[in-house]
C-alpha cells in the first residue's frame, strides 16, 4: 500500500518569514496530493491539493510543487502569520474506480512566532 | 449546508456499554469515511462507503461496526471497546465524479473516552 513520509516533525518560524514543507510518497500510481491543516481541537480542513497532470498550484500565500519523477511534494507558505500555527499534513491517493482513500504523513506542527 | 455535522461532540462509555455516532452531511456526496485519530497522528482511515455500500474495511475489530442508512447519514456502532480505542473519530464526506478528483471534508470529529 502507499506510504507517506513527512518532514519535519516540527517547524517555527518567525512571523513574515517562509515555511516550507516535505512529502514523499510511494506508490507511483498516486494522483491526488491534498494538504490539511488542523487546529488544536478542530477538523482537518483541506488548505490546496494537487492533481499528476500539474507541477505547481498556488493560492495567494501558499503554493504546492510536485516531482512525479522523485515522488515528492512540497508544500510552501510565504509571509507567515500567528495564524498559519497548526499541525499541517499532507495526504496521498489513487483515485480510481474502486479505492477513495487517503493516506496521511505524520504531520508538521508549525509554529510561528510573532 | 455545506458542512459534515457529527454527533456527539464527545462521548464517555464504559468497555461494556453500547453507543452510537452519528454523521450527517447534505452536500449530495456518494463516499462517506470513518477515520480514527490518536492524539498528536494523522487520521487513520477505518472505514468506506461508495453509494452506500461498504468499500473499504481496513481491517477493523468488530467491536466497530458502520453503518450506512442512506446518502446522507454514516453511523458508527460501538460495543464492548477498550480504553485504547479512546481517540477523536473523524467522519469524512466526498462527491463521486467520473474522470475527476474528489475532495475529502472532514466533520469536526466526535472525541471517545472509553473508561
Known amino acids: 500500500g502507499e506510504n507517506v513520509e513527512q518532514h519535519p516533525s516540527t517547524l517555527s518560524v518567525q512571523e513574515g518569514d517562509s515555511a516550507v514543507i516535505k512529502c514523499t510518497y510511494s506508490?507511483?500510481?498516486?494522483?491526488?496530493f491534498p494538504w490539511y491543516k488542523q487546529e488544536l481541537g478542530k477538523r482537518p480542513q483541506l488548505i490546496i491539493d494537487?492533481?499528476?497532470?500539474?507541477g505547481e498550484k498556488k493560492d495567494q500565500r501558499i503554493a504546492v510543487t510536485l516531482n512525479k519523477t522523485a515522488k515528492h511534494f512540497s508544500l510552501h507558505i510565504t509571509e507567515t502569520q500567528p495564524e498559519d500555527s497548526a499541525v499541517y499534513f499532507c495526504?496521498?491517493?489513487?483515485?480510481?474506480?474502486?479505492?477513495?482513500?487517503?493516506?496521511f504523513g505524520s504531520g508538521t506542527r508549525l509554529q510561528v512566532q510573532p | 449546508d455545506t458542512e459534515v455535522t457529527q454527533t456527539p461532540k464527545h462521548l464517555v462509555m464504559g468497555m461494556t456499554n453500547k453507543k452510537s455516532l452519528k454523521c450527517e452531511q447534505h452536500m449530495g456526496h456518494r463516499a462517506m469515511y470513518w477515520y480514527k485519530q490518536k492524539a498528536k497522528k494523522p487520521p487513520e482511515l477505518m472505514f468506506v462507503?461508495?453509494?452506500?455500500?461498504?468499500?473499504i474495511n481496513e481491517s477493523v475489530p468488530s467491536r466497530f461496526s458502520p453503518e450506512c442508512p442512506n446518502s446522507s447519514l454514516l453511523n458508527l456502532h460501538l460495543h464492548a471497546l477498550q480504553p485504547e480505542d479512546s481517540a477523536l473519530y473523524l467522519c469524512?464526506?466526498?462527491?463521486?465524479?467520473?474522470?475527476?478528483?474528489?475532495?475529502?471534508?472532514f466533520g469536526p470529529g466526535t472525541r471517545l473516552t472509553v473508561l
Open positions: 469524512a464526506s466526498s462527491p463521486i465524479r467520473l474522470l475527476s478528483y474528489n475532495e475529502q471534508f
Open positions: 495526504a496521498a491517493s489513487i483515485w480510481d474506480t474502486g479505492r477513495r482513500a487517503l493516506t
Open positions: 494537487i492533481r499528476s497532470n500539474v
Open positions: 462507503y461508495s453509494y452506500e455500500k461498504l468499500s
Open positions: 506508490d507511483s500510481a498516486s494522483n491526488y
